[in-house]
């Protein structure tokens, strides 16, 4: 892999974020170079990140949403080792250490929602240090701005990215990328 996966957001920040595994044809013949998997089951991940780097693109999978896996240090090193992602996504801090701590590109994501979850977040980022962030809701442009000011990791914004104009907002605002389940968008250059 000679493009990390920043190097692959820096081409097209737009990334597909697939909810079903029929999104999954659309997002690969996308003109998107990263895909956030929010889908898939301990039968059909591997088959499902195998089909994403065939073509050249980042597979990232969120451990929060695999089914029929546990959600401890083995299912991680299952993760690891057999599915074989570029990177994982999740919620939990616990997973993203556990994660970050066997060699996994880490995107640990954060709903904000008041002044205590900002503060919350930006405490859990300087402590667990996950390699990436995304802020959820995505279309707070001023908050997006607030916190790539405070922390030096790349940030992504997520949810509720409808249009161009949400994406435009998003990387004015510092965002690196732009996470989005809506295929329309998906075609962006």
């Not at 013949?29 to 088959?47: Q, Y």
Request: aromatic letters at 4%.
């Amino acid at each position: 892999m000679s493009e990390t996966i920043i190097d692959k957001i820096e081409l097209n920040p737009v990334i597909a974020a697939v909810q079903n595994e029929n999104d999954l044809e659309t997002a690969i013949n996308s003109h998107v170079t990263t895909i956030f998997l929010l889908c898939a089951d301990i039968f059909n991940a591997k088959s499902l990140v195998d089909r994403i780097k065939k073509v050249d693109k980042r597979a990232l999978i969120h451990i929060d949403f695999l089914e029929g896996i546990g959600k401890d240090s083995k299912a991680i090193d299952y993760i690891i080792e057999v599915i074989q992602p570029d990177g994982v996504i999740s919620t939990k801090s616990s997973h993203i250490k556990i994660a970050k701590d066997k060699g996994m590109f880490t995107v640990q994501r954060f709903f904000l929602i008041d002044n205590k979850s900002y503060e919350m977040t930006i405490q859990s980022v300087k402590s667990k240090q996950p390699d990436m962030i995304e802020i959820m809701p995505g279309v707070m442009p001023g908050v997006i701005k607030r916190i790539t000011g405070q922390l030096s990791i790349p940030v992504i914004a997520g949810g509720l990215i409808s249009n161009k104009q949400d994406i435009m907002e998003a990387l004015k605002s510092g965002a690196i990328g732009v996470s989005t389940g809506k295929k329309s968008l998906w075609e962006l250059e």
